[in-house]
C-alpha cells in the first residue's frame, strides 16, 4: 500500500471513468484497474461498482474518497506553494560560522534574508571550522561560514560545495608593550626568537596551516608557548606579554585596539579566507538556494565546487 494507489482511486473517483482517469494520471487503463483491484485487495473492501457502462462509489469508496480528497489537496497545494511559487515554510535556518565570519559577513546576510524571507527564524552558532563541519555532517546546521583550508580539495572528498569569499593578508598580533608594537611593517624573520600563541589543530586546521607556513617562507619554525582554539583567548595571552601570534587582516578587526597591535609583514604572499560551505546534493532547501544568490550578487566570489 503507497500513496500512488491512493492517488490512482482519487482520480478514478472524480472522473467516476476508468479512460478519462488513466489519460490525467499517463497510465494504461489497463494498468489503472490493475491497481484498483491491488488497493481493493489491500484494504480487504470494494471500493467501485463496474460495469461496462459506469463506475460508481461502493459506500465504502465514498467514505475513502471524502477522507482522502482534502489531505491529497493539501498535499498538492504545498507542494505547489514550495516549487511554483518559491514560498519556504516557517522554519529555523541554522548557520553556523567562526566568529570573524559571524561579526563580518552575518550582519548584512541576515539583514537580506530577514527581508525575503520576515517569517523565517535565524539561528547562529559561533564555533571553530573543525566544529562548523562536522554540524553540517550532522544535518545540524544548513549552511556554514569556515576559514578556507590549505587544500579546498578535501572539502569536495569531503562531500560539500564551498564558495570561497575574500581575501585577507596575514597579520603579526602583539602587546602594546612589544618593540614591533608601533611599527608599520615587521620583517617575520625578526620574530624567530619569539614565542607564540598557535592555534589548535585539530579545531583550527587553516590557521595553523597559515602561522607555520608563513615561519617556514620566513625560515624557522615558530616556537610555541601555548596552544588555544579561541581567538580572543588567545589575543588575550598576547595582550598580556605571553608571546605573539599571526592572524588574518579580518580577525583582526575583532581585537581590542587598546590591548594588542595589528603589524602589517613585509614580503606577504600568505593569505586567508571565509568560505561558505553546504552539503553536495541533488537537494538544496530554497533558503539555501536563496543565501548562496544573495552571495553571489553581493558579495561577489568565486564560486566553486
Known amino acids: 500500500m503507497n500513496l500512488l494507489s491512493f492517488r490512482y482511486f482519487l482520480e478514478v473517483s472524480r472522473h467516476l471513468n476508468f479512460s478519462k482517469a488513466s489519460e490525467?494520471?499517463?497510465?494504461?487503463?489497463?494498468?489503472?484497474?490493475?491497481?484498483?483491484?491491488?488497493?481493493?485487495?489491500e484494504l480487504g473492501v470494494k471500493l467501485l461498482n463496474r460495469t461496462t457502462r459506469k463506475v460508481t462509489l461502493t459506500?465504502?469508496?465514498?467514505y475513502l474518497y471524502k477522507k482522502l480528497s482534502p489531505l491529497f489537496e493539501n498535499i498538492e497545494r504545498t507542494v505547489n506553494?514550495?516549487?511554483?511559487?518559491?514560498?519556504?515554510?516557517?522554519?529555523?535556518?541554522k548557520i553556523a560560522a567562526v566568529p570573524?565570519?559571524?561579526?563580518?559577513?552575518?550582519?548584512?546576510?541576515?539583514?537580506?534574508?530577514?527581508?525575503?524571507?520576515?517569517?523565517?527564524?535565524?539561528y547562529l552558532q559561533e564555533t571553530t571550522s573543525t566544529q562548523a563541519i562536522e554540524l553540517i555532517n550532522r544535518q545540524k546546521s544548513h549552511i556554514a561560514y569556515i576559514r578556507t583550508p590549505k587544500d579546498t580539495a578535501t572539502l569536495k572528498r569531503q562531500g560539500f560545495n564551498f564558495i570561497e569569499l575574500e581575501r585577507y593578508p596575514l597579520q603579526l598580533i602583539v602587546a602594546k608593550s612589544h618593540p614591533a608594537a608601533h611599527q608599520k611593517t615587521v620583517d617575520l624573520k625578526e620574530l624567530q626568537h619569539e614565542k607564540f600563541i598557535h592555534y589548535d589543530r585539530q579545531?583550527?586546521?587553516?590557521?595553523?596551516?597559515?602561522?607555520?607556513?608563513?615561519?617556514l617562507v620566513a625560515g624557522f619554525r615558530p616556537k610555541t608557548f601555548c596552544v588555544g582554539p579561541e581567538i580572543l583567548t588567545i589575543a588575550s595571552?598576547?595582550?598580556?606579554?605571553?608571546?605573539?601570534?599571526?592572524?588574518?587582516?579580518?580577525?583582526?578587526?575583532?581585537?581590542?585596539?587598546?590591548?594588542?597591535?595589528?603589524?602589517?609583514?613585509?614580503?606577504?604572499?600568505l593569505h586567508s579566507s571565509i568560505s561558505i560551505i553546504w552539503r553536495n546534493s541533488d537537494y538544496v532547501p530554497l533558503i539555501t538556494q536563496t543565501i548562496l544568490r544573495l552571495v553571489n550578487r553581493e558579495q561577489a566570489p568565486s564560486a566553486t565546487g
Do not use: W
Open 81 to 93: 506553494e514550495l516549487t511554483e511559487k518559491k514560498v519556504v515554510p516557517q522554519t529555523t535556518v
Open 237 to 269: 595571552l598576547v595582550a598580556n606579554g605571553l608571546g605573539v601570534t599571526l592572524i588574518p587582516q579580518d580577525m583582526a578587526t575583532l581585537l581590542d585596539s587598546s590591548k594588542v597591535s595589528a603589524v602589517n609583514l613585509t614580503q606577504q604572499t
Open 203 to 215: 579545531q583550527s586546521p587553516a590557521l595553523y596551516d597559515l602561522l607555520e607556513q608563513a615561519c
Open 59 to 62: 459506500e465504502e469508496g465514498e
Open 24 to 41: 490525467k494520471l499517463r497510465i494504461s487503463q489497463p494498468g489503472l484497474s490493475q491497481q484498483i483491484t491491488a488497493l481493493e485487495n
Open 100 to 122: 570573524s565570519a559571524a561579526s563580518l559577513y552575518l550582519p548584512q546576510m541576515l539583514t537580506m534574508l530577514h527581508k525575503e524571507f520576515p517569517d523565517v527564524e535565524f
